[in-house]
């Protein structure tokens, strides 16, 4: 067993130093783990103490609040007598990392939800988080904090409590006993999967992963790893990878923001905007050049970057690029997708 532990830590070593660091990113950067995940919670509860900006007596949910929490206090109050203006009602939210043990502390949001004015200098009441299942799973309480004073300088309807809150129940999850690990992609690509899965099976020294689509690589854990789990999948992460991207143009036509790919191509064409002819043409038939500051030609299988070059050359304006190459895909010619947003 040590000698096979010792093989999979050389073959590691051995990737580290074949892969063009240049180019290439960690594993951990563009995948996760199927099963390891956070959780949202959320809870709703009173923020009190205010200086007169709380919910007004027309919130009837808050005074029904209040007089539910007294109720519950041994004190009986008509909700149509309360009127008060230091408690607003909020929508608490946090979020639960994956392997989150009970005493852990979470930041958590207060969103109001009546007609509050602001929530600065409040408290807020202690409040049960649940996830989706209806569960507890956290409960917060705590000094709100706006980040400043005045509401020209912050957005004091939404307050924060830095670890506001403390966990109350685990999610069950755990990697012991694990035979396999499930790695999803960020961005699913055919490409981008297999080689994650080639650098895993090269550094392992034995055909471990298989790519199960464009998005999902399952790895088998070698016998000699499955007691540290945890360390198995940490050399895996740091794995690195030249990930494949899909050629893609995006234009944003109320920025006249433009971002291209890198392995965006466009094919032969001419086109004519406003004083501007630009012509795409085999080399072997038009050589490359700048006839006047009209024309211009360029050779075919350019990159939209050399193009992008050319044309910011001759002072075409953003705009009018975007024009350019929603021209370009409507004719055929531009080899990628163009996303307008």
């Known amino acids: 067993m040590k000698k096979l532990k010792f093989k999979i830590f050389i073959n590691f070593l051995i990737v580290f130093t074949v892969i063009d660091l240049a180019y290439a990113v960690r594993i951990k950067d563009i995948t996760s783990i199927k099963g390891v995940r956070i959780n949202q919670l959320v809870g709703y509860g009173l923020v009190v103490g205010l200086n007169g900006t709380g919910d007004k007596s027309g919130a009837d949910f808050t005074m029904q609040s209040i007089a539910n929490m007294m109720e519950r206090m041994g004190v009986h109050v008509d909700k149509n007598q309360i009127k008060v203006k230091n408690v607003a009602a909020v929508m608490i939210t946090a979020t639960m990392p994956p392997f989150a043990k009970i005493g852990t502390r979470l930041d958590v949001t207060i969103s109001s939800l009546g007609d509050a004015k602001s929530l600065a200098g409040g408290t807020l009441l202690l409040t049960p988080l649940k996830g989706v299942d209806g569960k507890v799973y956290a409960i917060a309480q705590g000094s709100v904090g706006v980040g400043g004073i005045g509401a020209s300088q912050n957005h004091v309807l939404v307050a924060t409590i830095p670890e506001g ?100 191509k466009i094919s032969t064409i001419a086109i004519s905007h406003g004083d501007l002819s630009i012509k795409v043409q085999d080399t072997s038939v038009t050589p490359p050049k700048q006839v006047d500051n009209r024309v211009m030609l360029v050779p075919t299988g350019t990159t939209i970057g050399d193009l992008v070059k050319a044309l910011n050359a001759v002072g075409v304006s953003p705009k009018d690029l975007i024009s350019i190459f929603q021209s370009i895909k409507a004719a055929g010619a531009l080899q990628a997708d163009l996303e307008i947003i």
Not at 181 to 193: E, M, R, V, W, Y
């Open 165 to 264: 809150a403390t966990i109350e129940r685990e999610i069950p999850f755990s990697l012991s006993g694990k035979s396999q690990i499930t790695f999803t992609l960020s961005n699913p690509d055919f490409t981008t999967a297999l080689r994650i899965t080639e650098i895993v099976n090269t550094a392992l020294g034995e055909p471990a992963a298989k790519a199960l689509d464009s998005g999902t690589i399952k790895i088998e854990i070698p016998e000699a790893m499955r007691p540290d789990v945890a360390k198995f999948i940490a050399n895996i992460e740091t794995l690195e990878v030249e990930p494949d991207t899909t050629a893609k143009v995006i234009v944003n036509e109320k920025t006249g923001t433009v971002v291209i790919g890198e392995n965006v």
